[in-house]
């Protein structure tokens, strides 16, 4: 393969899927200037000439004093039809990376118009953690590709940021976002005699109540005495938003967004269950169209 003639096919056609080509090619005649740039090219196409492993293994392989930190990386890429118009749209999340660390920052949306080749670039409020991901999928039955966006904090909780964009007459508008979700889902957790908790969820006026016997006899002879009331009064907590699954419940072609926040007991990681709210568009919003909570498995004695 000869880089050279590949850079003037690339020249000429005005091509931009012979960046794979360029980048296999520079790779392959040991050249380590040029791949930096062809690479990330190449990285913008979901399926590239050359494997997505074999051109991000080439900028590891960089010197790292010829590396840029400061540079964006395409964490995530999907194809799909965004603004409903029959063409093929590309779809990224591009993001610095922390050195020595799986930590990302500047987490950025891009939108590259297939009809048009142009760019449209979305920033969050919350736009650094882990594992930014992307899912394409028909959440408001428009029957054009909506997009989920989640990145997971790595705190304590588990919690994850999380967004869903639309195309709404011709506008890119945010249709979910996790922050306005957990403000708007608060709850009461108690723990009750007789090893049960109650949950009540504020926004749906409803009461769940677990059955904490699962949770084994050590666990509950710590804060219930023989009779099985309580020592002491104690109350738990509901995490933010520590999940967002897309769900197609009715296989009608749209999805429904299933949320999951973990219960927590006395302390972070004394998990009770969790609550599952499945949310479906209504034309202008995501409403609730159920709520149950599910608790852990016991040994069978």
């Not at 009809?115 to 029957?143: E, V």
């Amino acid at each position: 393969m000869d880089p050279y003639f590949h850079r003037k096919v690339i020249q000429e056609a005005n091509d931009l899927d012979y960046w794979s080509y360029l980048a296999d090619a520079q790779v392959r005649a040991g050249i380590i200037g040029p791949p930096l740039q062809t690479v990330d090219k190449a990285l913008w196409y979901p399926n590239p000439y050359a494997s997505r492993h074999v051109l991000q293994s080439t900028l590891q392989s960089v010197p790292s004093r010829v590396m840029n930190p400061y540079r964006s990386s395409i964490v995530a890429a999907k194809r799909g039809d965004i603004n409903g118009d029959g063409v093929i749209d590309n779809v990224f999340l591009t993001a610095n990376k922390t050195p020595d660390s799986p930590f990302w920052k500047n987490v950025t949306l891009v939108i590259r118009d297939g009809r048009t080749n142009r760019d449209q670039q979305i920033s969050f409020k919350n736009n650094a953690g882990y594992n930014p991901t992307l899912f394409l999928g028909d959440f408001t039955g428009n029957k054009a590709d909506d997009i989920l966006v989640v990145i997971d904090t790595g705190g304590s909780g588990g919690a994850v940021y999380a967004y869903v964009f639309s195309s709404i007459n011709g506008q890119m508008r945010k249709i979910f976002n996790s922050d306005a979700f957990n403000e708007d889902f608060k709850y009461n957790v108690a723990y009750q005699n007789q090893y049960k908790a109650a949950v009540i969820s504020y926004k749906l006026n409803e009461m769940y109540i677990l059955d904490l016997t699962y949770k084994g006899r050590e666990y509950l002879t710590e804060i219930y005495n023989k009779n099985g009331v309580l020592k002491a009064p104690i109350e738990g907590w509901v995490n933010p938003l520590s999940g967002l699954y897309p769900v197609d419940f009715n296989r009608d072609g749209t999805y429904e967004l299933e949320a999951y926040q973990r219960i927590a007991g006395r302390y972070n990681a004394d998990s009770l269950g969790f609550v599952q709210t499945v949310l479906k568009w209504n034309g202008r919003a995501f409403s609730v169209d159920r709520q149950n909570v599910s608790i852990f498995g016991g040994d069978v004695s």
